[in-house]
């Protein structure tokens, strides 16, 4: 588990946009019973997640297009809310960081890590447009 002070910052990059932290299996729970789309992004502390994953999100979100819903679990930290979470990106291994888009709970677009890293964010945010526009 990593310490507070070190994951607020990484946190904050997405809870600053608007995303939701869920902390437990049961706010993941919950988060996937809603109607219309969620992106579930797994956060995570390292270098690709800082410089590809998190810029990418909120490049993304500048479409015409987007989610619903956006919510956020942090891997090594909220470990229940991030099992339950890959849980539904089944049959996808359990990746971070990565990223999932749902449409009333069914899985309908999948970012995993070898997606992510060592691309830049702005083709991150490409794909994720590209889901949005289909499937928001």
């Given at each position: 588990?990593?310490?507070?002070?070190?994951?607020?910052?990484?946190?904050?990059?997405?809870?600053?946009i608007g995303?939701?932290?869920?902390?437990?299996?049961d706010?993941?729970?919950?988060?996937?019973?809603?109607?219309?789309?969620?992106?579930?992004?797994?956060?995570?502390v390292?270098?690709?997640?800082?410089?590809n994953?998190r810029?990418?999100?909120r490049?993304a979100?500048?479409?015409a297009?987007?989610?619903?819903?956006?919510v956020?679990?942090f891997?090594?930290v909220?470990?229940?809310?991030?099992?339950?979470?890959?849980?539904q990106?089944?049959p996808?291994?359990p990746?971070?960081?990565?990223?999932?888009?749902?449409r009333?709970?069914?899985?309908?677009h999948m970012?995993?890590?070898?997606h992510?890293?060592?691309?830049?964010?702005?083709?991150?945010?490409?794909?994720?447009?590209?889901?949005f526009?289909?499937?928001?």
């Open positions: 588990m990593y310490p507070a002070e070190l994951v607020k910052p990484m946190r904050e990059d997405l809870t600053a995303f939701e932290e869920l902390h437990t299996a706010d993941v729970a919950n988060a996937m019973k809603r109607e219309g789309t969620t992106l579930v992004v797994v956060n995570s390292c270098g690709c997640a800082a410089a994953a810029p990418g999100a490049m979100l500048q479409n297009k987007t989610p619903d819903h956006l956020t679990v891997a090594g909220d470990r229940e809310a991030v099992d339950a979470a890959r849980a990106m089944v996808f291994p990746s971070s960081p990565s990223m999932a888009l749902f009333n709970g069914e899985l309908v970012l995993e890590r070898h992510i890293e060592g691309r830049p964010a702005d083709m991150i945010a490409e794909n994720l447009k590209g889901a526009n289909e499937n928001c």
